[in-house]
């Protein structure tokens, strides 16, 4: 079992340091709530078994691959065997070539995914454990493929929708410089001698701090984005900043879609394969990747298991859309909890489409009001004390 080494705080907000063995990192969590500490830093002693972490898109492949071999009656060793012959990334061929050793001996797969550490993702490495106690083992894995499918389609596609805001703000960047560093000073050169308006010698006083500090620019850029990296790696930070940002505008909304989508996708996935309620939510508390939401399901866990309703407790949930709570009760009024969770992910996945779209929309405009402003802003530098010489003579 792997041994974490941590720094937390507990009760009365002192710090504590020390090492723990859990299963993983969702058996950490749980260790650390169970002694009322808080976590701010920790990790595994054994770096090596974390080195890579599968992607979505690898996941669903590997799933497939092995519900299709078994379904044909092939044995998972086997399966396997094949599955790691295959052309892979070197790091993805190592983790396949060791969890078929481990297969090969006598493990099972879902304790051979779980000595990867966080290779596998947790959730997959739980409904393979299901499905061999429950001799489902092949229709988990097809389960677990169209799961995390869809998955890798609404990051895809969140990522496909940003990418031009993105271009679009390196393009500014980029034209900034440029009118910035090598137009702007060969005209300024020649009105060093004349009384300038406010806002030509505020455009001068730029353009010369980027010609003559523009490496400490970049350091202290670089200063400050490692910083902020660390700062957000503290708990304490990361709850506030993962809480702020349910409650943007428009970016509030579309995060909360993408929460609820994630934990009803997963919840359902879990709960339908035999998975007990009390530690689906257990899991499915890690996987929305939220810090101030999971914070919550220490409480929704203890409502649920004191016999409250799953709908009355989550919608106590801060960071959830309000409609889920709603379709959870009538799943269970109708006796049919993981057909609406279904039915839920699939509608909150459509909505974060979307939601992303509709944000890209109003990104572009705001990008280009933003270049519209420094070109309008550079314009008037340079056209204001050219007025003012023409009146001279």
Sequence with gaps: MPKYRYSALDVNNIKVMGEVDARDEDDFRRIMRGRDLFPTRFKPLDEKRHSYRIKANEVAEFCRQLSGMMGSGITVVRA?????????????????????????????????????????????VNMAASGEVSGKLETVMSRMAIHYEKEHRLNGKIKSAMRYPKILAFVTV????????????????????????????????????LMRGWYIIVIVLLVLVV???????????????????????????????????RFSRTLSSL?????????????????????????????????????????????????????????????????????????????????????TSALVALSEPVMIVVM?????????????PMATLYDTF
């Design 227 to 261: 910083a902020a990296q660390y700062v957000l790696s503290l708990y304490p930070v990361r709850l506030a900043f993962d809480k702020a940002k349910l409650r943007l505008p428009v970016v509030g909304r579309l995060l909360r879609i993408i929460y609820t989508a």
């Design 174 to 209: 980029v034209v900034v410089l440029i009118i910035f560093l090598v137009v702007l000073p060969r005209f300024f050169g020649m009105l060093e001698d004349f009384d300038l308006p406010l806002i030509t010698r505020v455009v001068i006083g730029f353009s010369n701090v």
């Design 271 to 355: 709960y339908s394969s035999g998975v007990s309620m009390i530690r689906s939510l257990e899991i499915t508390g890690t996987v929305v990747m939220n810090a101030y939401i999971e914070s919550q399901f220490k409480d929704l866990v203890k409502d649920v298991r004191n016999g409250e309703l799953l709908s009355t407790s989550v919608r106590k949930i801060e960071g959830f859309d309000k409609k889920l709570a709603n379709t959870v009760m009538i799943g269970e009024e109708a006796g049919r909890l993981d057909d609406m969770l279904v039915s839920t992910a699939d509608s909150f996945e459509y909505e974060a489409e979307e939601a």
């Design 372 to 384: 519209a402003g420094i070109i309008m802003v550079v314009l008037l530098s340079v056209m204001l």
């Design 80 to 124: 396997m065997e094949i599955v790691k012959e295959r052309d892979h990334a070197p790091k993805l061929r190592a983790i396949y070539d060791k969890l078929y050793r481990d297969i090969q001996q006598g493990m099972a797969l879902s304790d051979a995914m779980r000595v990867h550490g966080n290779s596998f993702p947790l959730l997959l």
